[in-house]
């Protein structure tokens, strides 16, 4: 998987290019328009994770040029602007998702890979991950051939930790996939916890490996296990 | 009031005070002269004996003159000119009070000076006058009442179309547009100097609210910016050989970047709500209420609480629906944090949205409602600012929001009328 990550903010950029470069992503970076202009036109990148404000221009504005000049690129739009106006003209000029900032990279990263599988829909439609088969679009869990009965919110939280396989996410940033534009200062973390509990208990039940662990006092890994 | 109809009442009393007073001063007018008119022709008799009698005294005629009589004037100085004595005297052939004129003159005969003292009487039409006066300026006034009734409605129509038209586009225009409204050329001055204020006016407030915009984006990119850059850097910390303890803080620091950045949302959002233009739609808010809940349901059931509804059906509210996204949220995040369990309970009636929490009574009055940033210390470090939120919303939607607090339940209401 290419991306192309267009932002202004330097130290920013290049976190998140070293986040995703880890996710085995194939990441290149490009703090202005212009720049990002002239890497569009000479290689192809499958996700352009684009910023809004620039100096040398509109982020929106731009993402109508990508989306008239390369029908290949998906656009997730990435602001500081909690506006619905932007949100809108962003969505309507064709972006594929839109996160706003500050954002967790580990959502980030859950999202590139959630618009990548829906281009890339039917190879992956159905994700493995240890002995647990996700069918992405009918959200349901199998294990070992039997459904196992999850909540929405239970199979979004599996999801999101499979997207960041091997990584510690944090609890914030489950809660903030969970919840995040419905609640403010809740005391998600209980919620987190009792959502992960449960979780893990049925896939235990169902004879899974979830390869779940908690990390101290911050989150919480999901590792792939390699199986013998 | 229209400005027509005041044109035409402030004219009426104008014309009322003026034609009294010109009803007062002709009905002196009319009498005054009927008394000028005795006295000059007596005045003329008394000439026409004076010569009469110039030569001879005893040649006055005295049965002619039946209102004419002549006597000797005892003092030595003869006076000037006529005396006149004017009373009201009975008349018994008449039976009525009359007034009786003496005019007097004193004339130097060859004998000796002779005051010639005429008189008449006549009944002087004092009511009649009135009556007569009355009459004329009463129709006088009840014509030019309707001739500026109806004047006054033609010129509002002619002379203040242009007025109505600056009022259709004053009341048409929004800040956030883009361009100001243009004013029609106008021949009244008043009319012109108004419309050239009124576009100066917009002009400004256009360019001051884009000024504030830019502003508050560019705030809220300055702040969220570094904001995101350390949430950033956290994750990527996180994810490198770290001890137990440095993980602990790590994360203590990221439940304070979240903390700060929700706060920032949440002033931003008071920021913009203050500028905010309305974008009202018809909205089902039956059909709404039943989807955005279950949005809760499992944050309900993780705290072990129940969600009581008494959803009315078919209730459409005029509403901006991202500003009506932003009230359930707030709504249902401060029962969550502030309810004591165990069930949450919302209502919706076709006036109105009600979330009940069960808790401990108020310790503040529940008029003094939702300063922002109250600071609640059984509740941790939540802040009253969702509520302030809500507030506003209210105040631009212009619906009620009420605190109640009864039979144990804490009731925050939002009236829609």
Redesign the interface.
Known sequence: MKILIVED?I??GQ??M??LT?EQMLCEFASNLKAAKDKLLHNSYDIIVLDI?FPDGNGVDFLEWIKMNLDRSQVILLS?????ETKLRGLDAGADDYIT??????ELSARIKAVYRRVHGNSQKKLQFNNLVIDVDALELRIEGNLVNL?K?EIQLLLFFIANKN??V????IA?HL?G???????NF??VY??VKNLRRKIVEAQGIDGLQT?????YKMEEVVCA | MRLGSKFSVGFACIALVVLLLALVISYQAVKKSTIQAHIGKLHDLNSHVGQLIATDTAAFPSERFRYTAIRPYPKADLPAGKKVRIQKVFDSTILSEVTRIEVSTVVQTRQAPMEIVSSTRYIQADSQYLTAILMVFAWIFVFLISVSLVLSTVFSMHILTPFYKTLRIISRFRVDQHETPKFDRNSTYEFRKLNEQLARMMQRSTRDYLALKEFN?NA??E???P??????????L??TPLQ?EQ??????M??Q???L??VK??L??LM?LEHYQLKRNAVDLTTYMHTALT??Q??IE??GWELHTELAEYVTVDIDA?LLQLVV??L??NA??HGAGPFIKVALTPTSLVFSNPGAPPAIDTTALIPRFHYREDS????GI?LSLVQKIADLQQFNFTYTFEKGLHNLTLHFF
């Open positions: 903010e130290a920013l976190a998140v070293e986040y880890r404000q500081a602007q909690h506006q619905l900032k500050p954002f967790d990279l580990p909540t919110k990584r510690v944090s609890r914030q940033a903030n919840w534009d419905y609640t403010d200062n809740l005391d209980d919620f009792q959502h990390v101290y006092g911050i989150g | 984006e809220s990119h702040l969220q910016t904001l995101a850059i350390m949430q950033s850097k956290i994750d990527l996180i994810n137990n993980l602990r803080l790590l994360g203590e990221q439940d970047i979240a903390r950045s929700s949302k949440a931003t959002l913009q949005v809760y499992d944050v993780l705290k991202h949220n707030n249902m995040s969550l944090k941790g470090n939540s802040m969702g």
